[in-house]
């Protein structure tokens, strides 16, 4: 059984920049989700998505988008990088309507 | 109401001793309490996770106690190891849609 990988592991942005990060599920999850962490604090949702579909987004400017492909996969978007946009990135997939989350070890994202 | 409160922020505990972090909820609506485990430099990654519907749930020495009607619940870490030194998160969630995560504790167990 495969688990959730990410990639890129680190990069380094400029403020303004769009940076696209990628994510793979575990095998037979239909559910992604996306998580930002900033350092010391806990996860704070972004978005989800089921079957190709964002089915949930939290506090995030439309500036953070998403796709999640049919073996799905799914990627995260963010545009016009801000310096608080330094953070963690977390992918985490699931079984539909479960709350048993599988993550991936993030991207670490640092924008100067 | 979406938050989860959690404490101590950081917990420092001799080896055989008992580690207890605490968690409290508003939003009725959740139906799903895990907790998580991260290392440094890793993903969080699931410890153990209770549904209001019991009081109490073990695994191991990890033990969840849930108070309901005071919409607490909280982690125990017994016969803590130096190797559960770690941060861990309490979270809920609702149908098993957007997980909402408390601040996090780190703990550090004393060899």
């Not at chain 1, 330094?86 to 924008?111: D, I, M, P, Q």
Request: some cysteine; aromatic content about 12%; hydrophobic content about 30%.
């Amino acid at each position: 059984e495969t688990g959730v990988t990410q990639s890129p592991t680190h990069l380094i942005k400029t403020r303004g920049q769009q940076v696209t990060l990628r994510c793979s599920s575990q095998s037979g999850h239909n559910t992604v989700s996306w998580y930002q962490q900033a350092l010391g604090q806990g996860p704070q949702f972004i978005f989800q998505y089921y079957r190709e579909e964002e089915n949930g987004r939290g506090n995030f400017p439309p500036r953070f988008s998403g796709l999640q492909f049919p073996n799905y996969s799914s990627e995260l978007n963010v545009n016009a990088l801000e310096l608080d946009d330094s953070a963690l990135y977390l992918c985490a997939s699931s079984l539909e309507n479960t709350g048993e989350l599988f993550f991936g070890e993030g991207s670490r994202l640092t924008v100067l | 109401q979406q938050q989860v409160k959690q404490s101590p922020q950081s917990l420092i505990v001799q080896k055989g001793g008992i580690s207890i972090i605490n968690c409290a909820y508003e939003n009725t609506a959740f139906d799903y309490f895990p907790w998580y485990q991260q290392f440094p430099g890793k993903g969080p990654a699931l410890l153990i996770a209770i549904r209001p519907d019991v009081s109490e749930k073990k695994e191991g020495r990890f033990t969840i106690s849930f108070n309901k009607s005071a919409k607490q619940f909280s982690l125990h870490i017994m016969d803590s190891q130096p190797g559960d030194s770690a941060t861990y998160f309490c979270a809920a969630n609702t149908g098993g849609f957007k997980t909402i995560f408390g601040a996090g504790t780190r703990l550090f167990v004393k060899a």
